[in-house]
Nanobody, 126 residues
């Protein structure tokens, strides 16, 4: 049974930092997968924030977070992270981790391309 579990969300003041974690169980987050972080606010579509191919150097970022967010991995912990710095109120959203098998991972893919999803973690920036 595949599970992706996000953690690390919370409330922070503008300019602050948070690190989100996405831990996989029943799935090996290896180079065979593309792992993405998405975010969504009520009434809006889910948007891609960053993606990574674990075990490779392939990453992609939304323009709105470039230079502020960094996606990374820890193979030993089967976990993908999203380090978020210089947070802005417009970063407030529910953040989701997702994974898909194979495919291009050097650009952001639409949410419909991802088969496995976590339940999300709330990030609030005030």
């Amino acid at each position: 049974h595949v599970q992706l579990v996000e953690s690390g969300g919370g409330s922070v003041q503008a300019g602050g930092s948070l690190r989100l974690s996405c831990a996989g169980t029943g799935i090996r987050l290896s180079s065979a997968f593309c792992v993405g972080w998405f975010r969504q606010v009520p009434g809006k579509e889910r948007e891609g924030v960053a993606s990574i191919r674990p075990g490779a150097t392939t990453t992609a970022y939304a323009d709105s977070v470039k230079g502020r967010f960094t996606i990374s991995q820890d193979n030993a912990k089967n976990t993908v992270y999203l380090q978020m710095n210089s947070l802005k109120p417009e970063d407030t959203a529910t953040y989701y981790c997702a994974a898909r098998s194979g495919g291009v991972c050097n650009r952001l893919r639409p949410s419909s391309d991802f088969a496995y999803w976590g339940r999300g973690t709330q990030v609030t920036v005030s």
